[in-house]
C-alpha cells in the first residue's frame, strides 16, 4: 500500500470534554438510583409520596412541641395560641416533668448519684474483660468515666466525700492501668458486690461477706488440691463456700456490722424503677447468662447421656414457653418451691429466671458455634495432649465464641428488650410501669406519642449501638483469610 | 501391646474413679444424677409442704367447675356459665388466631421488605433499612402498647357517627364516617365488620363435645373437590404440552372449575354480608373485632417482620452472583432465575431462621395481657388462677400447653425443612 496521506491530521490533542450531563453528576444518580427502569421510577415515586405523608403529618407535630407547661391542657392552650386553632404539637412538658422517673423510677433523688456511681464504674469494670491488657484503651475508658462521673455526680449534687472516694478509687486503678493491666481484672470480679452496696445500700458487711464466700472457695481448692486433686477439691471448695453462705456469713456479717456499723442508707427493691431497672435486669443477667450458657452448650454436645439428656431437656423446655410464664413462676410458683418461709427479693427472683432463659438461647448460639468447627480442631488439641477443659479453653471456645458473636449479642440485645415483660410481675419498668402512672397522672391524662418515643428512642439508642459493637467486634476478629 | 494387657492386672484404686478416663465420665454422671435427683426431690418436698401450709392439694376438679366470667372474643360458643376448661379452650383458640394471623401476615409483609431492602432503588432500599432497624431495635412491648392506645384513645365513640334529623336539616355532617363505603366502623369499642350470613345455613351437627357447623364444611368440600379438578386439567395440559407440544388454553377453565361451584353453593345458601349499623347507642350486626386483637396482631406482625425481612436478605444474598449469571446464561428472565434458580436454594438458608421467628411470634402473643387480650395467658394464667387459687396447677399445665404448640410447630416446620435440603452427598 502507497503511502497515501490523509487530507488533515490534527496536530494537536483536543482538551478533554466534560462527560455526558447523563452520565455525571447528580442526573447519573438519579438515573442510576432512582430511575433506572420504569418498576424503579414507580417505586420512587411510591416512597417519595409516603415519605411525603409521612413529614406532612408528623413534621408540625414536632415543630410546634411545647417544652414549658404543667398539664397537657396547657400545652394544647399554648400550642393553639401559637400555631392557631386546631394545630397539633408534642408536649415534650412531660417528659420535662417526669424525666426522673423514667430513668430512676421511685429511687430517692437525694441518692441518685449511687446509681450514676454505679453506672460509671460499670464501664471501667467491663474495660479489663473487653480490652484485657491494651494500657492505652483501659486508661482512655478510666479518662473518660472520670470525667462523665464528675459531671454527672455534679449535676446529681452529690456529696463532697464521693468526689474524693472517686478521685482516689480511679486514680489507683489508672495507675494500675499504666503498670499491671492484668490486675484490673480484680476489680471486675469485686465490682459486683460494690454495685449491690451503691445500688441496695445497707451494710457494708453483708456484699463483703458474700464476696468471702468465693475468696473460701478459691483457698479450700487451693489448700487441698496437692492432696486430693483439682475435681474434688474445687468441689469440696463449693460445698465450704456453700456452708458459710448459708450459716456462717450472716452471723458474722452481723458480729462485724455491730462493730463497725458502716453502710449506705438502704433502697427498698420497690423503689427501683425505669431504666435503672431495666439495666440493673439486663446487665446481670447479661453476665451470669454467658457463662451457663457456655456450660449448656458444652453439656448439649457431650458424650455422656445423662449430661447430655439434662441439658437438652432444660435447653428445650425454656425455649418452648413463654418469658412472661417464667416471670409468673418467679413471682407465684418460687413461694411453692422453696422450703417455706423463704422471703427473697423479687428482683433477684426476676434476674434469675432471666438468666436462665437468657443462657438457654445463648447456649443454641454457641452451640451453633461449637458445630461449625472443624473436627480437626477438637482432634489437633487431643494430639496436643491438652485435656478437656483446657482444649476448651485455649482452642474450641476462641474460635466457637468469635463466629457466635453475632448471635450472641442479638440474644443480649433480645434479653435487654425482654426486661420490659418485668412490668407484669409488678415492677416498674420504664414502657408499661412508669409510663402507665405518668399516664394516670390527671394532669397527663390523654398523652401518649411522647413518653413512648422517649422510652423507644432510649431502647433503640442502647439496642442500636450493641448491634453496631457487635458489627465491630466481628470485623476486628476476623482472621480468616478470605 | 504390652501395655493393654497389663491393665487388668491393677488393682482398683477408689482415686482411678477420677483419674482413669475409662471410669472418669461414669463418676461424672453418677454425680450428676443424684445431684439432680437430690434437687428434684428437695423441690417435690417444699412442695408438698407448701400445699400442705396452705391447706390445698393438687389436682385439676377445678377444670369441670363454672368459670363465671365473660370472654370477649370466642371462636367457638361459650358463655360465663361454662366450665374453665372450655374457657381455657376459648383462650387457646384467641392465641392460636393472633398467632396464625400474625405469621401468616408477618411472612408476607416479612418478604416484601427482605426483597425491596436488596431493590437497586437507593430510597426504597433505605426506607426499608430504616423500618427493619427502628422495629428491630426496640420492644416489641412498645409496639403493642402503642397501637391499642392509639386504636382506643384516638377512634371516635359510637354516637359520633350519628345523623339526626336537626343534622340532615342544616346539612350538617357527622363526626365520624364509616370506611369502605360504609361497612366498616371503627369506634373507641372496637372494629365493627361485616358479618358472613347465610339465611339458608345447613345445620349443625352435635357429636359429643364437637359440635360440627355444616354449612362451613359444605363450603369447605366445595373448595377442595374444585382444586382438585383444576389441578387434573392442568395435570392433562401439561400432558398434552409434552405430548404433542402445544398446550391448550386453561386458563378461563380453570376460572369456572374455581370460582362457579363455590358461588353456586353461596348463592344457594343465601349468602350475604350484614354490615354494622348504628342502632341506639351502640353498632348492631357484624363482627366487633377487638382492638386488643388488632392491637396485638398488627404490633407482633410489624415487629416480627421486621426480622423476617433481615432472614430474607440474608437468605438471597447468600446465594452467589454466579447462579444468577448461569441461569441469565441459559436465557432465563429475571422473574425465572429467582422463581426457579434462586429462591429454592435461598429456602434453605431462610427456613430453619424462619422457624424460629414463627416460635417467638406465637410465645410472643403471650404479652396479649398488656392489653387485656384473653388469650391462654389470659384465661387459664390470669382469670382462672385468680379466681380458684390453684397457681401450681394453672401455670403447669399453660407451660405445657405452650411447650406443646412450640415442639408441634418445629416439628413440622423441621419435616418441611428435611425436604428442601440438599439431596447430595
Known amino acids: 500500500m502507497e503511502s497515501k496521506t490523509p487530507s488533515f491530521v490534527r496536530s494537536q490533542m483536543l482538551p478533554p470534554q466534560p462527560p455526558p450531563t447523563r452520565e455525571s453528576g447528580v442526573v447519573k444518580w438519579l438515573h442510576e438510583n432512582l ?132 478521685v482516689v478509687l480511679l486514680g489507683a486503678l489508672a495507675a494500675l492501668a499504666q503498670t499491671r493491666p492484668g490486675a484490673l481484672l480484680w476489680f471486675t470480679a469485686a465490682f459486683p458486690a460494690l454495685c449491690f452496696l451503691l445500688l441496695w445500700g445497707g451494710s457494708f458487711w453483708t456484699p463483703v461477706m458474700a464476696m468471702a464466700g468465693f475468696a473460701i472457695l478459691a483457698v479450700v481448692a487451693r489448700l487441698l488440691a496437692g492432696r486430693v486433686g483439682a475435681p474434688v477439691a474445687v468441689g469440696l471448695g463449693i460445698v465450704a463456700a456453700v456452708i458459710w453462705w448459708l450459716y456462717v456469713s450472716g452471723p458474722v456479717a452481723g458480729a462485724f456490722a455491730s462493730v463497725a456499723p458502716l453502710g449506705l442508707e438502704p433502697v427498698k427493691s420497690d423503689q427501683f424503677g425505669g431504666f435503672l431497672l431495666a439495666i440493673v435486669i439486663g446487665v446481670t443477667a447479661i453476665s451470669c447468662s454467658l457463662p451457663v450458657g457456655i456450660l449448656l452448650a458444652l453439656g448439649r454436645q457431650s458424650n455422656m447421656f445423662i449430661v447430655k439428656t439434662l441439658s437438652v431437656g432444660f435447653i428445650e423446655f425454656i425455649r418452648g414457653v413463654p418469658l412472661i410464664t417464667l416471670l409468673f413462676t418467679a413471682s407465684l410458683l418460687l413461694q411453692y418451691f422453696l422450703p417455706p418461709n423463704t422471703q427473697f427479693d423479687i428482683i433477684l427472683r426476676v434476674i434469675i429466671l432471666v438468666t436462665f432463659f437468657a443462657a438457654a438461647y445463648l447456649a443454641e448460639v454457641i452451640r451453633g458455634g461449637l458445630a461449625a468447627l472443624p473436627r480437626g480442631q477438637y482432634e489437633a488439641a487431643d494430639a496436643l495432649g491438652l485435656d478437656y477443659w483446657q482444649a476448651q479453653r485455649l482452642i474450641i471456645m476462641p474460635q466457637a465464641l468469635k463466629v457466635s458473636i453475632p448471635g450472641i449479642v442479638s440474644t443480649f440485645i433480645g434479653l435487654f428488650k425482654d426486661t420490659t415483660l418485668v412490668a407484669f410481675v409488678g415492677l416498674m419498668d420504664p414502657l408499661k410501669g412508669v409510663t402507665q402512672i405518668v399516664r394516670a397522672d390527671i394532669n397527663w391524662k390523654g398523652i401518649y406519642w411522647e413518653p413512648y418515643i422517649y422510652v423507644g428512642a432510649i431502647f433503640f439508642l442502647i439496642c442500636f449501638g450493641m448491634s453496631r459493637y457487635s458489627m465491630y467486634l466481628e470485623r476486628k476478629l476476623k482472621t480468616d483469610h478470605r | 501391646m504390652a501395655v493393654a494387657s497389663d491393665v487388668p492386672k491393677e488393682s482398683f484404686r477408689l482415686s482411678m474413679l477420677i483419674y482413669d478416663t475409662r471410669f472418669r465420665s461414669l463418676t461424672i454422671q453418677v454425680v450428676v444424677l443424684i445431684l439432680f435427683a437430690l434437687a428434684v426431690a428437695w423441690l417435690l418436698n417444699n412442695t408438698v409442704q407448701n400445699l400442705a401450709i396452705r391447706g390445698k392439694e393438687f389436682n385439676y376438679a377445678f377444670l369441670w367447675q363454672r368459670a363465671g366470667y365473660d370472654i370477649q372474643q370466642q371462636l367457638i360458643p361459650y358463655t360465663n356459665d361454662s366450665t374453665h376448661f372450655r374457657a381455657l379452650l376459648v383462650g387457646l383458640l384467641n392465641t392460636l388466631a393472633v398467632a396464625v394471623v400474625g405469621c401468616v401476615l408477618a411472612t408476607i409483609l416479612g418478604i416484601f421488605v427482605g426483597v425491596m431492602r436488596l431493590s437497586h432503588n437507593w430510597l426504597i432500599s433505605r426506607l426499608m433499612t430504616v423500618y427493619v432497624e427502628v422495629f428491630r431495635n426496640v420492644p416489641v412491648l412498645l409496639w403493642i402498647l402503642l397501637a391499642y392506645v392509639i386504636l382506643s ?131 348492631q350486626g357484624g363482627i366487633l373485632v377487638a382492638h386488643s386483637f388488632t392491637a396485638l396482631t398488627v404490633a407482633l406482625t410489624l415487629y416480627t417482620a421486621a426480622f423476617i425481612a433481615e432472614i430474607v436478605r440474608a437468605g438471597i444474598m447468600a446465594i452467589s452472583r454466579g447462579q444468577t449469571e448461569a441461569a441469565y446464561a441459559l436465557g432465563l428472565r429475571p422473574g425465572r432465575t429467582m422463581r426457579l434458580v434462586i429462591l429454592p436454594q435461598a429456602l434453605r438458608v431462610i427456613v430453619p431462621p424462619l422457624i424460629s421467628q414463627y416460635l417467638n411470634l406465637t410465645k410472643n402473643t403471650s404479652l396479649g395481657i398488656a392489653v387485656s387480650y384473653l388469650d391462654l395467658r389470659g384465661t387459664l394464667g390470669g382469670i382462672t388462677l385468680n379466681q380458684t387459687g390453684r397457681e401450681l396447677e394453672c401455670m403447669l399445665l399453660m407451660m405445657l400447653i405452650y411447650l406443646s404448640i412450640s415442639l408441634i410447630i418445629s416439628g413440622v416446620m423441621n419435616i418441611y425443612n428435611r425436604s428442601v435440603q440438599l439431596k447430595a452427598r
Open chain 1, 35 to 166: 430511575f433506572s427502569s420504569w418498576l424503579n421510577g414507580i417505586l420512587t415515586v411510591v416512597g417519595l409520596i409516603i415519605l411525603a405523608l409521612i413529614i406532612k403529618s408528623a413534621l408540625p407535630w414536632w415543630l410546634n412541641g411545647v417544652w414549658h407547661a404543667s398539664s397537657l391542657g396547657e400545652c394544647r392552650e399554648i400550642i393553639a395560641a401559637s400555631a392557631g386553632e386546631g394545630a397539633t404539637g408534642a408536649c415534650w412538658a412531660v417528659i420535662r416533668e417526669r424525666w426522673h422517673q423514667f430513668i430512676f423510677g421511685f429511687y430517692p433523688p437525694a441518692l441518685w448519684w449511687r446509681p450514676i456511681l454505679a453506672f460509671g464504674l460499670l464501664f471501667v469494670a467491663i474495660g479489663p474483660v473487653l480490652y484485657a491488657g491494651q494500657k492505652r484503651v483501659l486508661t482512655t475508658m478510666i479518662g473518660s468515666a472520670f470525667l462523665g462521673l464528675l459531671i454527672t455526680l455534679w449535676l446529681a449534687s452529690a456529696p463532697a466525700m464521693v468526689f474524693v472516694g472517686l
Open chain 2, 153 to 283: 384513645e384516638t377512634t371516635p365513640e359510637p354516637r359520633a357517627f350519628r345523623v339526626t334529623d336537626e343534622m340532615l336539616a342544616a346539612g350538617q355532617a357527622p363526626a365520624a364516617r364509616m370506611w369502605l363505603w360504609d361497612t366498616v366502623a371503627v369506634t373507641n369499642r372496637g372494629m365493627n365488620i361485616p358479618a358472613p350470613v347465610f339465611d339458608r345455613p345447613l345445620g349443625t351437627l352435635a357429636l359429643g363435645p364437637l359440635t360440627l357447623n355444616l354449612t362451613f364444611l359444605a363450603l369447605l368440600a366445595v373448595i377442595a373437590a374444585s382444586v382438585w379438578v383444576n389441578r387434573r386439567l392442568v395435570a392433562a395440559a401439561r400432558r398434552q404440552q409434552e405430548e404433542t407440544g402445544e398446550r391448550p388454553a386453561t386458563w378461563w377453565k380453570s376460572l369456572l372449575i374455581l370460582f362457579v361451584p363455590a358461588i353456586a353453593l353461596l348463592a344457594a345458601l343465601g349468602f350475604h354480608l350484614e354490615t354494622p349499623a348504628l342502632k341506639g347507642f351502640n353498632f
